[in-house]
């Protein structure tokens, strides 16, 4: 797929926006980079004090013990703040990364459904997970060491320039060379490591999904039909590294022969000003270390150069998860709906389709649910029925028309923030991991014994008593551990757990035997009783208890 790439400004802005948070790691670690570059040029220059000393070419200033021991003491400090160092990225590196990920994951639970299923739920992962981490890296580690990078490089250049003029000049001639080679393939780099990334969010795409569905997978006797489809995304992403790779390599090999020249020429001119005596020892020393002090920088700068492709892919991906429109979302306490009223629902004109080209699923749509009414919502297979669930919860938006919480006196119209009057039951199951209790007071936090016992009965989920745990009875993805008609009972209690006005099943009762099925429902609405509740089926084993149906 290809992107549109960002513009370097509008990448820089985002970048400097989402520091907020990380600000004390990306400052401590330049602070002991700087420090790390004063004292490599404080060993540099005591070297050659050092050596001058015991070759009888100082000026006797310091004798040579106290040159040792001050030597001694920069090694030493240079150990200490490499240790701080990794320490800093260590511990407030996965609080910064920590943070960042909390953000992309609150946004993501707020997008609104339909701009959310745009993406595959692996790509969505592999975003906050690899991109996120890279661009915690680049902000606290990379943009630090680039600043002490440069800054190395004009100290280690000063002090050359001050001990010799020409052969600093000669030195950094390299640096033009870095400038075109970063210039002629920057482009096609990010190009590569926008598709690099996009297969990698498609190898984890499918491998989720093919575990999450391994049961089918299975039974249809598709393993290895399935290990050939990930064998051939391996391929093709290992093409794209490897046409990356050749890029990179190309530049810093051409880099490296501009360094060995580098090194070369002064290692000859050392050399042969040594035997001329026109330096002494020391300062020859101090020349190579120097050297190295400067070409060391620029090397490092032709590596920031993938390091910042990398960044700028990772964000251009995160910056288009950004644009998933967000829900309007309030505090609980804010809520527009009071909780302890009896409301119904009110549609009218109610005109909806997917997308422009698709027919009408409803078209000038009216329907009143009354306070207090069991409704059953029938219909065939397509006919509508989740469709017009999803627009009651404002999942997705009509084309015309409205949706209204109704009490008789007054309407509110149904968005996102009025959503916390429902309870609402998917069809499938919905267990996440952790224990049948965590599972519960998902619907209500702080839900006693007594509540969570009652619910249960309700959901004739009494079964759960009878397990060894009880309440604390671990379940694994996707109710692991629990029949299918088990885990929707638990659904169904924990729905019962809200407060809230309006309760929604859609074919929450697909997976219980009849009897189990009649009498989940009769205790529903006994429970419910003043609360309006809907029942999607194709069942009509619900009909009995219900004051209205609807046949779509």
Known sequence: MKHQLSSIPNIARWLWHKMHGLHIQATLNTITGLLLVGLDLLF????????????????????LTLAVVLLVAVMISQI????????????LGVRAQNVMQERFFARLLSAEWRGLK????????????????DIVTFLTESLPSLICTIVQFVGAFVFLFWMNRKLALVVVVVLPIFAVLSRLYIRQ????????????????????ETVQHALVVKTLGRVGYMVSGLTNLHENLRAKVRRRTIYSSVSSGLMNIGFGAGYMITFVWGIVSLRDGVITYG????????????QSPVRQLTRFIPVFIG??????????????????????????????????LSIKGLTFRYDDNSRDIYHDFHHEFTPGSVTAILGETGSGKTTLIRLILRLIHPVSGHISLTDGTQEIPVTATSRCAFGYVPQGNTLLSGTIRDNLRLGKPDATEAELREVLHVAAADFVYDLPSGL???????????????AQRLTIARALLRTCPILIFDESTAALDPDTEQTVVQRIVQYAKGRTVIFVTHRPAVIPFCTEVMRL
């Open 283 to 294: 300062a020859l020393i101090a020349f190579i270390q120097l050297i190295g002090q400067i």
């Open 472 to 486: 604390d009875t671990p379940c694994t993805e996707m109710g692991g551990g629990l029949s299918e008609g088990q």
């Open 189 to 208: 780099m990010r190009d590569i490591s926008h598709e690099v990334r996009d297969l990698d969010g498609k190898v984890q795409s499918m491998m989720q």
């Open 311 to 344: 960044a700028f892919t990772a964000t251009e991906r995160l910056m288009e998860m950004e644009e998933i429109p967000v829900e309007d979302t309030i505090e609980e306490d804010e809520s527009p709906v009071d909780m302890n009223s009896h409301y119904g």
């Open 44 to 63: 540099v220059w005591l070297t050659k004090l050092t050596v001058d000393i015991a070759t009888g070419h100082s000026d006797g200033t310091i004798s």
């Open 80 to 91: 200490a703040l490499g240790i701080s160092n990794r320490w800093i990225r260590a511990i």
């Open 118 to 133: 745009r993406y595959h739920s692996g790509d969505l992962l592999n975003r906050m997970m690899r991109d996120v981490s």
